[in-house]
Each structure stands twice: as C-alpha cells, then as structure tokens.
C-alpha cells in the first residue's frame, strides 16, 4: 500500500478539484448561447492567453528545446501554422506538422 500513496495523492490533490470544474462548466454550459457576445470575448482571451504562452515557449524554449536554434523553432512554427490555415483551421493538423518540422529540420541540421 505505500507503494500507491503517491497516485492517491495525487488524484485526491490533482485530478478532482480540476474535475469538479469542468463538470460544473458542463452543467453551467448548457443553453448557452455560442455566438454571445460574452462567449466571443471569452473565446478571444482564451485564445490570447494560449498564443502566448506558446511563443514564450517557442522564444524562450525551457529544457531540451532550448538546444535547438531559434531559427528551427520559428520556422517549425511557421509551417504549423501554415498547415493549420491549409487544413480549414485543424489544430491537429497544425501541431502534428509542427511538431513534425521541429523534428525533422533538427535532424538535417544535426547538432
């Protein structure tokens, strides 16, 4: 049993106090009406908010991304961003061909 106490802990300190907020944004959700102003805006700063913690990631790459060169990075990002304008605004299409071009321009780079 000591050897689980890490999981509990951490579903009881991690897992439920996020769960219970989404459930309650379910619940909250329904009747909702998508095109409100207000959802607009919330969608608009939700956007912002992502957008920049992913160029501070880009820019200001922690840990093992910090290796690879500004350029490469950009550029990884460019071509995500390209491929997600191509494929009517995909996300996943976005992030797996960025994540694709990060690896493979590193990879012909070879540092």
């Not at 991690?14 to 919330?42: H, I, K, Q």
């Not at 956007?47 to 290796?67: C, N, Q, S, W, Y």
């Not at 071509?79 to 996300?91: E, K, Y």
Request: neutral net charge; without cysteine.
């Amino acid at each position: 049993m000591t050897e689980l106490w890490p999981y509990v802990l951490l579903v009881l300190v991690g897992f439920l106090p996020n769960e219970v907020w989404r459930w309650l944004g379910v619940v909250f959700a329904r009747g909702l009406d998508e095109t409100s102003e207000v959802l607009v805006w919330v969608r608009a700063v939700a956007t912002a908010i992502l957008t920049g913690v992913v160029a501070k990631i880009v820019v200001f790459a922690p840990g093992a991304l910090a290796g690879v060169p500004l350029w490469v990075r950009l550029g990884a990002a460019g071509i995500g961003f390209a491929a997600f304008l191509i494929a009517r605004q995909s996300v996943f299409a976005g992030v797996v061909s960025g994540t694709l071009a990060l690896m493979a321009i590193d990879l012909l780079v070879g540092r």
